[in-house]
C-alpha cells in the first residue's frame, strides 16, 4: 500500500516559470517531509525538509508548502531552470531522527523547456 | 559534505552467482544503515534497516537468507544478493540518517542486472 504518492509521473514547465510537484501522503503519524531531486544513475539528494509543526519551508527558489489536513504537501521551484530538470521524489517519516524508515513517492519527472 | 560511498554503480553477473554491494559512511559515523530497492517505474522500497553490530531488520516479503546485510562497522554496511536470478535485476541503493538531527544521506546506487 503506498502510503506517499506522488500522481503526477511527470511534468513539463518553460522556462522561467513555475515548477509546482504535488505529493499527497495516507499515513496521520508522519509528521516529516523531504523532498529528493534525482538525476539518472545517481541516488536522490536531499532538496529541502519541512517539518508538521510548520506549513511552509523556503530555500532559494525551492519552497515547500505543507497542508496536513489535506494531507498533502507540495514543492514550487520558481523561477525554473533547465538544470531543474531531474525526476523529483517526496518522502515522508514518522520520525526527524532518521531512527524511522523514510516513505517515498514514486517520484514526478520535470522537464524543464528552455 | 556528507557522503555515502555506494560500490559498484553498476553490476551485471550471471544468474546463481553473489554480488556484494558495499556503502560506506565518509565523514560520518553511520550506525544504521537502510537498504532500498527501486523497480522501473516504482518507488523507492526499503528492503532492509541494518545497525551496526546487531542483525538487519528485513521488511515483510524479503528473503534475508538470500540478501545478506552486515553491518560491521561504524563506517561500512554490505548487502550481498545471493545465488542471483533476472528478477533480482534492480537499482539498489542505500542511505543512512545524518549528517546531523535531520536529513539522510544516500548512496549513489547501484545497478543489478542478472542475465
Known amino acids: 500500500d503506498q502510503q506517499v504518492k506522488q500522481n503526477s509521473p511527470s511534468l513539463s514547465v518553460q522556462e522561467g516559470r513555475i515548477s509546482i510537484l504535488n505529493c499527497d501522503y495516507t499515513?496521520?503519524?508522519?509528521?516529516?517531509f523531504l523532498w529528493y531531486k534525482k538525476y539518472p544513475a545517481e541516488g536522490p539528494t536531499f532538496l529541502i525538509s519541512?517539518?508538521?509543526?510548520?506549513d511552509k519551508n523556503e530555500d532559494g527558489r525551492f519552497t515547500v508548502f505543507l497542508n496536513k489536513s489535506a494531507k498533502h504537501l507540495s514543492l514550487h521551484i520558481v523561477p525554473s531552470q533547465p538544470g531543474d530538470s531531474a525526476v523529483y521524489f517526496c518522502?515522508?517519516?514518522?520520525?526527524?531522527?532518521?531512527?524511522?524508515?523514510?516513505?517515498f513517492g514514486t517520484g514526478t519527472r520535470l522537464t524543464v523547456i528552455p | 559534505g556528507a557522503v555515502v560511498s555506494q560500490h559498484p554503480s553498476w553490476v551485471i553477473c550471471k544468474s546463481g552467482t553473489s554480488v556484494k554491494i558495499e556503502c560506506r559512511s565518509l565523514?560520518?559515523?553511520?550506525?544504521?544503515m537502510f537498504w532500498y530497492r527501486q523497480f522501473p517505474k516504482q518507488s523507492l522500497m526499503l528492503m532492509a534497516t541494518?545497525?551496526?553490530?546487531?542483525?538487519?531488520?528485513?521488511e515483510q516479503g524479503v528473503e534475508k537468507d538470500k540478501f545478506l546485510i552486515n553491518h560491521a562497522s561504524l563506517t561500512l554496511s554490505t548487502l550481498t544478493v545471493t545465488s542471483a536470478h533476472p528478477e533480482d535485476s534492480s537499482f539498489y541503493i542505500c542511505?543512512?540518517?545524518?549528517?546531523?538531527?535531520?536529513?539522510?544521506?544516500f548512496g549513489s546506487g547501484t545497478r543489478l542486472t542478472v542475465v
Open positions: 542511505s543512512a540518517p545524518g549528517p546531523g538531527v535531520y536529513g539522510y544521506t
Open positions: 499515513n496521520s503519524m508522519f509528521d516529516y
Open positions: 519541512i517539518s508538521s509543526i510548520k
Open positions: 518522502a515522508a517519516s514518522s520520525d526527524q531522527t532518521g531512527a524511522n524508515n523514510l516513505f
Open positions: 565523514d560520518f559515523q553511520a550506525t544504521t
Open positions: 541494518s545497525n551496526e553490530g546487531s542483525k538487519a531488520t528485513y
